[in-house]
Protein backbone atom coordinates (compact mmCIF):
# COMPACT_ATOMS: atom_id res chain seq x y z
CA UNK A 1 0.00 0.00 0.00
CA UNK A 2 1.11 3.67 -0.70
CA UNK A 3 0.46 6.80 -1.15
CA UNK A 4 0.32 8.87 -4.05
CA UNK A 5 1.07 12.13 -3.52
CA UNK A 6 0.44 13.55 -7.31
CA UNK A 7 -2.93 12.12 -7.15
CA UNK A 8 -3.65 12.25 -3.35
CA UNK A 9 -4.93 8.77 -3.13
CA UNK A 10 -3.74 5.66 -1.43
CA UNK A 11 -3.24 2.49 -3.71
CA UNK A 12 -2.81 -1.22 -2.91
CA UNK A 13 -0.89 -3.29 -5.21
CA UNK A 14 0.94 -6.98 -5.24
CA UNK A 15 4.24 -7.59 -3.64
CA UNK A 16 6.97 -6.59 -5.83
CA UNK A 17 7.92 -10.30 -7.00
CA UNK A 18 7.20 -13.98 -6.68
CA UNK A 19 9.34 -14.65 -3.43
CA UNK A 20 8.05 -10.87 -1.81
CA UNK A 21 4.58 -13.34 -0.91
CA UNK A 22 5.93 -15.20 2.25
CA UNK A 23 5.10 -15.60 5.61
CA UNK A 24 7.60 -13.86 7.83
CA UNK A 25 7.69 -15.41 11.36
CA UNK A 26 7.57 -13.15 14.41
CA UNK A 27 9.06 -13.08 18.15
CA UNK A 28 6.73 -13.48 20.83
CA UNK A 29 7.79 -10.14 21.37
CA UNK A 30 7.02 -8.51 18.44
CA UNK A 31 3.71 -10.50 18.17
CA UNK A 32 2.65 -9.61 21.33
CA UNK A 33 3.09 -5.82 20.00
CA UNK A 34 1.69 -6.37 17.09
CA UNK A 35 -1.37 -7.55 18.87
CA UNK A 36 -1.93 -4.55 21.66
CA UNK A 37 -1.64 -2.23 18.52
CA UNK A 38 -4.01 -4.21 16.50
CA UNK A 39 -6.29 -4.55 19.66
CA UNK A 40 -7.53 -0.95 20.23
CA UNK A 41 -7.84 0.13 16.44
CA UNK A 42 -11.41 0.68 17.44
CA UNK A 43 -10.64 3.55 20.07
CA UNK A 44 -8.06 5.33 17.94
CA UNK A 45 -8.90 8.71 15.94
CA UNK A 46 -9.84 7.66 12.60
CA UNK A 47 -9.50 9.85 9.26
CA UNK A 48 -12.20 9.50 6.69
CA UNK A 49 -9.55 7.62 4.38
CA UNK A 50 -9.85 4.41 6.66
CA UNK A 51 -13.34 4.34 5.21
CA UNK A 52 -12.23 3.08 2.14
CA UNK A 53 -11.87 -0.30 1.10
CA UNK A 54 -8.66 -0.84 -1.45
CA UNK A 55 -8.16 -3.82 -4.11
CA UNK A 56 -5.78 -5.15 -6.32
CA UNK A 57 -4.99 -8.30 -8.07
CA UNK A 58 -2.93 -11.28 -6.98
CA UNK A 59 0.13 -12.15 -8.98
CA UNK A 60 0.17 -15.36 -8.23
CA UNK A 61 -3.90 -16.65 -8.72
CA UNK A 62 -5.45 -13.48 -10.72
CA UNK A 63 -7.95 -13.24 -8.11
CA UNK A 64 -9.29 -9.48 -6.39
CA UNK A 65 -7.73 -9.11 -2.97
CA UNK A 66 -8.88 -6.49 -0.48
CA UNK A 67 -7.63 -4.41 1.44
CA UNK A 68 -9.89 -2.39 4.58
CA UNK A 69 -8.10 -0.11 5.36
CA UNK A 70 -9.81 0.34 9.43
CA UNK A 71 -7.95 -2.96 9.88
CA UNK A 72 -4.45 -1.38 9.49
CA UNK A 73 -2.21 -1.60 12.77
CA UNK A 74 0.21 1.11 11.95
CA UNK A 75 -1.67 4.36 12.01
CA UNK A 76 -1.26 8.01 12.73
CA UNK A 77 -2.43 8.43 16.24
CA UNK A 78 -2.26 12.71 15.85
CA UNK A 79 -4.23 12.33 12.40
CA UNK A 80 -6.00 9.07 12.14
CA UNK A 81 -4.79 8.77 8.57
CA UNK A 82 -2.52 5.71 7.35
CA UNK A 83 1.46 6.18 7.66
CA UNK A 84 3.06 7.15 4.59
CA UNK A 85 6.05 5.45 3.58
CA UNK A 86 8.21 8.55 4.52
CA UNK A 87 6.59 8.95 8.15
CA UNK A 88 8.47 5.67 9.04
CA UNK A 89 11.73 7.05 8.32
CA UNK A 90 10.99 10.80 9.56
CA UNK A 91 10.12 8.96 12.78
CA UNK A 92 13.05 6.37 12.80
CA UNK A 93 15.38 9.46 12.61
CA UNK A 94 13.44 11.86 15.55
CA UNK A 95 14.33 8.55 17.80
CA UNK A 96 18.28 8.28 16.37
CA UNK A 97 18.84 12.06 17.57
CA UNK A 98 18.38 11.61 21.52
CA UNK A 99 19.86 8.15 21.08
CA UNK A 100 23.02 9.29 19.57
CA UNK A 101 23.24 7.63 16.69
CA UNK A 102 23.64 8.81 12.86
CA UNK A 103 20.31 9.40 11.32
CA UNK A 104 19.89 6.07 9.88
CA UNK A 105 16.37 4.48 7.53
CA UNK A 106 14.23 1.92 7.49
CA UNK A 107 15.84 0.25 4.72
CA UNK A 108 19.34 0.46 6.88
CA UNK A 109 17.33 -1.52 9.60
CA UNK A 110 17.22 -4.31 7.27
CA UNK A 111 20.97 -4.35 6.17
CA UNK A 112 21.59 -4.49 9.94
CA UNK A 113 19.09 -7.01 10.37
CA UNK A 114 20.66 -9.01 7.38
CA UNK A 115 24.13 -8.36 8.83
CA UNK A 116 23.34 -9.23 12.44
CA UNK A 117 22.05 -12.49 11.27
CA UNK A 118 24.25 -13.65 9.55
CA UNK A 119 26.95 -12.94 12.32
CA UNK A 120 24.67 -14.60 14.73
CA UNK A 121 25.05 -17.88 12.51
CA UNK A 122 21.53 -17.45 10.75
CA UNK A 123 21.95 -20.12 7.34
CA UNK A 124 22.25 -17.69 4.13
CA UNK A 125 19.30 -19.37 2.77
CA UNK A 126 16.98 -19.35 5.74
CA UNK A 127 17.95 -15.44 5.69
CA UNK A 128 17.25 -15.20 1.75
CA UNK A 129 13.67 -16.77 2.59
CA UNK A 130 13.11 -14.19 5.45
CA UNK A 131 14.16 -11.21 3.17
CA UNK A 132 12.25 -12.47 0.03
CA UNK A 133 14.89 -12.47 -2.54
CA UNK A 134 15.06 -15.07 -5.82
CA UNK A 135 18.59 -15.01 -5.87
CA UNK A 136 21.29 -15.75 -2.86
CA UNK A 137 23.67 -13.73 -4.20
CA UNK A 138 20.94 -10.84 -3.78
CA UNK A 139 20.99 -11.19 -0.18
CA UNK A 140 24.42 -11.93 0.45
CA UNK A 141 26.01 -8.71 -1.87
CA UNK A 142 23.26 -6.10 -1.09
CA UNK A 143 22.46 -7.09 2.18
CA UNK A 144 25.25 -8.17 4.14
CA UNK A 145 27.71 -6.53 5.18
CA UNK A 146 30.94 -7.49 6.62
CA UNK A 147 32.09 -5.60 10.06
CA UNK A 148 35.49 -5.36 11.82
CA UNK A 149 34.34 -7.49 14.99
CA UNK A 150 33.17 -10.23 12.76
CA UNK A 151 36.61 -10.70 11.05
CA UNK A 152 37.90 -10.50 13.88
CA UNK A 153 35.91 -13.61 15.43
CA UNK A 154 36.28 -15.46 12.41
CA UNK A 155 40.11 -15.09 13.00
CA UNK A 156 39.68 -15.71 16.80
CA UNK A 157 37.04 -18.96 15.86
CA UNK A 158 39.66 -20.25 13.41
CA UNK A 159 42.65 -20.14 15.47
CA UNK A 160 40.99 -21.68 18.73
CA UNK A 161 39.67 -24.05 16.28
CA UNK A 162 43.02 -24.37 15.07
CA UNK A 163 45.13 -25.52 17.89
CA UNK A 164 42.57 -27.88 18.64
CA UNK A 165 43.57 -29.55 16.07
CA UNK A 166 47.28 -29.48 16.71
CA UNK A 167 46.95 -30.75 20.14
CA UNK A 168 44.61 -33.72 19.39
Not at 30 to 58: F, G, H, N, P
Not at 67 to 86: A, E, H, Q, W, Y
Not at 89 to 103: R, S
Not at 129 to 143: A, C, F, N, P, R
Amino acid sequence: MEFRHNQHTWRAGPPKTQTSYRTIPLTNRAYSILQELYSVREARKMSEELSQVLTCTDRRTGQSASLVMRDLVFINFRTGMPNKNSSYDTHLYKLCEPAGIAPLSMHALRDTYATRAIEGGMQPKVLQKLLGHSSIQTTMDTYVHVTEDSLSKAVKQFEANNIKMVSS
